[in-house]
C-alpha cells in the first residue's frame, strides 16, 4: 500500500502528524502571597521542517541559533514564545502566518536550555 505522506505532504500542504508543545505561564500567588509562574503546557498537532540556508544565515547574523520550523494551526497559537518538541525547549523568534490556515514558528535554542 503506498504512503499516504506522500500525497499529502508537499512544498505547500504539510501533513501535522507530530506532536509539540505550546508553553504559555499563567501567574498564581501562594498561601505567603508570593507570585509562582506556572507552565502551562498544550499539546498540539504539528509539522517540523528544517531552517533553510538563508534563514539560517540570517539568524547567525543577528545572534540567533535558528533550528527548526514549527508548523500549527493558527488558530491554536495564542503567542506562545516557548515550544517544547521531542523533549527539547525552544525559543520562538520569529512566525510567519500562511495562506492556508498555518503559522510557522521559527525556534532557536538558547545557550543552556
Do not use: W
Not at 499539546?43 to 540567533?64: H, K, P
Amino acid at each position: 500500500m503506498p504512503s499516504l505522506k506522500q500525497s499529502i505532504g508537499s512544498e505547500k500542504h504539510f501533513s501535522k502528524d507530530d506532536i509539540c508543545f505550546l508553553m504559555s505561564t499563567k501567574i498564581t500567588v501562594d498561601e505567603l502571597f508570593q507570585q509562582i509562574e506556572v507552565a502551562l503546557p498544550e499539546m498540539v498537532y504539528c509539522a517540523v521542517s528544517s531552517i533553510g540556508q538563508n534563514e539560517f544565515s540570517v539568524s547567525m547574523q543577528n545572534g540567533l541559533k535558528a533550528r527548526l520550523t514549527i508548523i500549527v494551526d493558527y488558530d491554536e497559537y495564542d503567542g506562545e514564545i516557548q515550544v517544547e518538541y521531542n523533549r527539547q525547549m525552544y525559543s520562538v523568534y520569529r512566525t510567519f502566518v500562511r495562506d492556508d490556515g498555518d503559522i510557522e514558528l521559527y525556534c532557536e535554542v538558547k545557550i543552556g536550555g
